[in-house]
DNA sequence: ACCTATTTGTCCGTATGTATG
DNA sequence: CCATACATACGGACAAATAGG
């Protein structure tokens, strides 16, 4: 497991911190159970501040992925696990995808018109409008 | 086939009038070969200037999802066919995400990280990309 | 071969709302 | 507050392709 940073990069060092933890979740490379280095620790080999490595943790702590503990560290949930088996499903999709040319937007717009909670707004509902209203303005 | 508009959403009508027809798509009440109704027709049941309804239909050409010709009307394509069952294999992704507790941000952002990042001739896998020749001779 | 109707393609101008400076 | 630019939508007009009488 490696965790680099670009400090010339546009993303917030916080999120490419997360990213790159995400990403080792995804690829494998880090399991449920795993310790991640403390903050200290991670900051000095980083040569970042160590505020910024806590709001990464932090931010993975809100997504499920990472325990935190006070006196104990930082440890990797079983969550990571689920999602690494989902990311590989994700990998799948995507190839096939790819193989019939649908651009990454097109696919994550399907994406979220499958999600049965955001209605997407362009088309709101069955509602019945053939007619043309004309009294109604501002 | 069903297609509706809300005048009142801030969604653009033409952009309604093509999220309608892909919806009818990915839902597979609208399939290749079929033929979508006249912009004059449509435009007079919807209420809309004929201008908007051909700016959707030249917006879903350019997707590839329909085929524009003078004196004959709008056709579906068969890449229609295609986002049809990918959006099906979409479907099934999100209710598997779904069951997991991962919620549509984080799996549109694991579909995104997916894709590879095509720098050109950065390609040394034996992946077929099938080229789309457009240039057909009738 | 000619003509006509239909349908998309394309341009014009106008109006409106929004974002920007 | 005003000016500008842009996108959206409308209404109209004509050109070009297609189909059929």
Redesign the interface.
Known sequence: MLITIDPAAETPLFEQIA?SV??GI?DGSIRAGDRMPTAKVLCASLGVNRNTVLHAYQTLRD??LLELRRGRGATITA?AD??SR??E???E??D???????P?D???R??????P??V??????????????EGEAR
Chains 1, 2 share one sequence.
Do not use: C, F
């Open positions: 990213a995400r990403s995804m997504e499920g969550r689920t999602l989902l990311s499903a994700v990998r999709l995507v096939r995808a790819r193989s019939v040319g649908v990454a097109t696919l994550a399907l994406i979220r018109e499958s999600y909670r955001d997407p707004a362009a088309v709101p509902a069955p509602g019945p409008v053939p007619h043309h209203e």
